[in-house]
């Protein structure tokens, strides 16, 4: 198809020719685009061309908010948690959870397991017993064939935990999996796991073909994001009659765990409740330089594992507590990716006082409590709103270019007032005519 915005060999041309061929085709009148792009390039050059490694045809920097949400108290230990997030009012509202918690004596963290899967794919029309019989035949050998791969990960302490045969025929005609159980210590493993899985294979393909003359077909090798024995639950606990919240505590526990019923039941309202929490999640995981990707993908996969989406958080009345906890599971990493490599994320583990892996999914999922506290509590007491838009005032007076002045005025005015564009604007405009 000839089209004048194809470009051939994009990648081979230098930072500075791909803005040109930009400036050329799609932002052929916008030289304040170009500008930005150059805006945002780091002044220190070295640090400059690292960000640039990072990802292929990188032109500039997309910056987003380093925050800090302070007095996390996690298994009685303080943290400052470091979030990375674009949505406005979710660091305050973390850090409002943090030291309403704080006052309840904090959040409980523990965590379950830290296996991750991975999966051969493959199909076959021969006997299932020889398949088996292949395994019990060569799992020791290939352990041994694969140690050059795994022994630097066993002297961190992790591993290949264990493989089996899963027959998966009835689903789909002659589709298997070697299912792996894996272990991979302080890093998040992905490159590892893929590696032992495209090895195991191909040694498997090869000896299967020859011993059994028949070719398995295999057509995936890879790691699952669905990590239900990567699990971390935490829990806080706050006796009922010392809440303070401008209503009565057995009023608002009721409440409190009327909101959590309803997201238990409709899964309408258990995306944006798990939804709230993951705005605490992935702010951590972003800042730490782990894949949110993976960790959204796994966790709204655990909600369904029921076969229904629910909320991934609970509550409960027990002897005179209202009880808050959720399980959720995280496949983090505190060594590997650019967990170590890019420094800001370097500074987030060096806030946090250079957690391991267990460490880091307590403080994550603690975060994501909390922030699913503040959500709730806002929602059954004044609403999302008022929080909400005292924030987004900020992002409104952004977009009007307010002087210094004016900012304070309007914030002021605004404080205790609805906030939406019209009135700020018209204020604004009120204003400036009557100063003219
Ligand atoms: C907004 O980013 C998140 C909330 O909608 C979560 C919730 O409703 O629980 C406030």
Request: net charge neutral; with cysteine; hydrophobic share 40%.
């Amino acid at each position: 198809m000839a089209d004048r915005f194809f470009v051939e060999g994009f990648s081979k041309k230098n930072k500075e020719q791909k803005i040109d061929w930009l400036r050329q085709t799609y932002l052929k009148n916008k030289p304040e685009d170009i500008e930005i792009l150059k805006k945002y390039w780091l002044p220190d050059k070295h640090l400059q061309s690292l960000h640039e490694g990072f990802a292929e045809n990188t032109l500039s920097n997309f910056t987003l908010p380093f925050s800090i949400a302070p007095n996390f108290p996690i298994n009685g230990k303080l943290y400052a948690v470091p979030m990375v997030t674009e949505e406005s009012s979710v660091v305050a509202a973390a850090a409002k959870a943090a030291k309403f918690w704080f006052e309840h004596g904090g959040f409980r963290a523990e965590v379950k397991g830290k296996i991750k899967t991975g999966h051969i794919h493959f199909f076959y029309d021969g006997s299932p017993a020889d398949l088996q019989k292949f395994l019990d035949d060569h799992k020791q050998e290939y352990a041994e064939r694969l140690r050059p791969f795994t022994e630097n990960m066993e002297k961190r302490g992790g591993g290949i935990r264990s493989v089996e045969l899963e027959n998966h025929s009835d689903k789909l005609p002659g589709y298997y999996t070697w299912t792996f159980r894996f272990d991979t210590a302080d890093s998040m493993g992905a490159n590892f796991i893929n590696t032992i899985l495209e090895e195991w294979s191909d040694y498997f393909e090869e000896d299967f073909a020859r011993e059994y003359g028949l070719k398995p077909e295999v057509v995936l090798r890879i790691l699952s994001n669905y990590n239900p024995e990567c699990l971390v639950k935490v829990r806080a606990e706050a006796v009922i009659s010392a809440l303070k919240t401008g209503m009565s505590g057995e009023e608002y526990a009721r409440r409190f765990v009327k909101a959590l019923d309803i997201a238990r039941v409709n899964p309408y309202r258990a995306v944006t409740h798990n939804k709230g929490i993951m705005n605490g999640i992935d702010a951590v995981v972003l800042a730490t330089g782990n894949d949110f990707r993976a960790v959204e993908a796994g966790a709204h996969a655990y909600a369904s594992r029921s076969g229904k989406y629910t909320s991934l958080s609970n509550a409960f009345i027990r002897d005179g507590k209202l009880i808050f906890e959720m399980e959720i599971p995280l496949a983090l990493g505190t060594v590997g990716g650019v967990t170590r490599i890019h420094p800001m994320a370097k500074t987030a583990l060096d806030i946090l006082q250079n957690p391991d892996a267990e460490e880091l999914m307590k403080i994550a999922a603690a975060t994501g409590l909390a922030q699913n506290f503040s959500a709730v509590h806002s929602l059954i007491t004044e609403g999302i709103q008022k929080g909400h838009m005292r924030m987004h005032l900020n992002n409104i007076l952004l977009q009007m270019n307010v002087t210094d002045e004016e900012r304070k005025k309007l914030s002021d005015y605004f404080r205790n007032k609805k906030v939406h564009v019209r009135a700020v604007k018209e204020k604004l405009e009120e204003w400036r005519k009557n100063r003219a």
